[in-house]
């Protein structure tokens, strides 16, 4: 059965301290793994695609980084607006369903 | 652009009552998914559809019903609504060529008494 399991399931940062999420996977053979960004009471808004291992994708502070058992969201120098739900999910090959796990809130602070 | 819209937004049911959420996406997206959130257990796929006229089980299907008559709009119905139905319910829409980018609606509050 395809999981998707982040941690940690929160964490608390002082701006400028920067850190890594974690997303480890099991799915039988990987389309793609994605990370999504989620502000309370809104709809998650997607940050990354990743396909294969060794890939990497950048965007302001954040760098994601694929293995083949695992996922990392690097967030460097973090800004108080940085804070939010990161979520991370997963697609096996020759579906068009998205399996995502519990995510991880993230709080920095001033 | 409107992006995805749910209506409604906030509902309150009484156990054995039934309700319909509707999704709407002006992109012209071949798959819409319907996804429940809790507390704890994160996003859980209960319906999808690859196209108009199709829709497809996800992980936690049982106690909802899906319509996809038109391609803009998924219907998601909940014939005798049950207090483990309360939660938050978002829709998403994606394209065909999957990038695995999906956008996904402000969410819709579901209180079942």
């Known amino acids: 059965e395809d999981q998707v399991t982040q941690s940690p399931e929160a964490l608390r940062l002082q701006e400028g301290e920067s850190s890594s999420l974690n997303c480890s996977y099991t799915?039988?053979?990987?389309?793609?793994l994605f990370w999504y960004r989620q502000d309370p009471g809104k709809g998650p808004e997607f940050l990354f695609t990743l396909y294969s291992a060794g890939e990497e994708k950048e965007k302001e502070r954040l760098k994601a980084t694929l293995t083949k058992k695992e996922s990392f969201l690097h967030i460097t120098a973090p800004k108080p607006e940085d804070s939010a739900t990161y979520l991370c999910?997963?697609?096996?090959?020759?579906?068009?369903?998205?399996?995502f796990g519990t995510g991880t809130r993230l709080k920095v602070l001033a | 652009n409107a992006g995805v819209t749910q209506t409604p937004k906030f509902r309150v049911l009484k156990t054995g009552q039934s309700m319909t959420l509707l999704c709407a996406q002006d992109m012209n997206h071949e798959y819409m998914y319907w996804y429940r959130q809790d507390p704890g257990m994160g996003l859980r796929l209960i319906h999808y559809s690859v196209g108009e006229g199709t829709t497809a089980k996800g992980e936690v299907p049982d106690g909802y019903n899906v319509s996809r008559l038109k391609k803009q709009n998924f219907l998601l119905g909940l014939e005798s609504a049950a207090p483990s139905q309360t939660s938050v319910y978002f829709c998403?829409?994606?394209?065909?060529?999957?990038?695995?980018?999906?956008?996904f609606g402000e969410g819709s509050r579901l209180t079942v008494l």
């Open positions: 999910a997963v697609q096996a090959r020759g579906t068009y369903k998205y399996i």
């Open positions: 998403a829409s994606g394209e065909r060529t999957n990038t695995g980018e999906l956008f």
């Open positions: 799915v039988s053979g990987l389309r793609g």
